[in-house]
């Protein structure tokens, strides 16, 4: 299995709302990232998790919130979002979290539209 | 970071080979040459990678300086499933941050 899958694919939320998105990978990875993409943009690094630990945080404002419950699994956790933070949230996932020799695997992504 | 430096477009044909250049003046020794490219409404897709040797893959190929200071991706039979944005990107050995440009856009002409 060599897939990062992410839920949901689309999210509508308001700017008072609480939500959260979700990442998983089974490949034994031990790096986990969060990038976020605007539309016609490159993705920009948000969070860095190595041994499920947040090793990077790219001064990420903090209505963004991430998680690493287990080696496994990713969230994002959202809260007093601004509709300028509608975007693509990306996902991904390393063997190895400071080495250059890995490759990163990246989920498709949610599209997340802030009201 | 050391930069990259990447064309804004091109074009091919299908079928035909596509040579995608890439500028690293500044690479360290310790810098690995990755290449990513995104397909419109997708997430990035891992290509190739490497050091200082050419690779190979069923994807591509990487054909790497002797100075490193420059890369091509080399596909060498486009398809149309090809278009997309290619990203050039380096990667110090210590820190596995991916930092994105502007990537080139690849477009394929039946």
């Known amino acids: 299995d060599t897939e990062v899958t992410q839920t949901p694919k689309h999210l509508v939320m308001g700017m008072t709302n609480k939500k959260s998105l979700k990442c998983e990978q089974h490949?034994?990875?031990?790096?986990m990232y969060w990038y976020k993409q605007k539309a016609k943009k490159p993705p920009e690094l948000m969070f860095v998790?190595?041994?499920?630990?947040?090793?990077i945080n790219e001064s990420v404002p903090s209505r963004f919130s991430p998680e690493c419950p287990n080696s496994s699994l990713l969230n994002l956790h959202l809260h007093a979002l601004q509709p300028e933070d509608s975007a693509l949230y990306l996902c991904?996932?390393?063997?190895?979290?400071?080495?250059?020799?890995?490759?990163?695997?990246f989920g498709p992504g949610t599209r997340l539209t802030v009201l | 970071d050391a930069k990259t430096t990447q064309p804004n477009s091109m074009e091919s044909n299908e079928e035909e080979p596509v040579h995608l250049p890439c500028n690293h003046s500044?690479?360290?020794?310790?810098?690995?040459i990755h290449w990513y490219r995104q397909l419109p409404s997708q997430g990035p897709e891992y290509v190739i990678h490497?050091?200082?040797s050419n690779v190979n893959n069923r994807m591509a190929s990487l054909a790497i300086a002797e100075d490193r200071k420059s890369s091509t991706l080399i596909l060498h039979r486009a398809t149309l499933r090809d278009a997309a944005v290619y990203y050039c990107?380096?990667?110090?050995?210590?820190?596995?941050?991916?930092?994105f440009g502007k990537g080139i856009t690849l477009s394929v002409r039946p």
């Open positions: 991904a996932s390393s063997q190895h979290p400071l080495a250059g020799e890995y490759e990163q695997f």
């Open positions: 490949m034994g990875h031990r790096a």
């Open positions: 998790y190595s041994y499920e630990k947040l090793s």
């Open positions: 500044t690479i360290s020794g310790t810098d690995y």
């Open positions: 490497g050091l200082t």
């Open positions: 990107i380096l990667i110090t050995g210590a820190n596995s941050k991916l930092t």
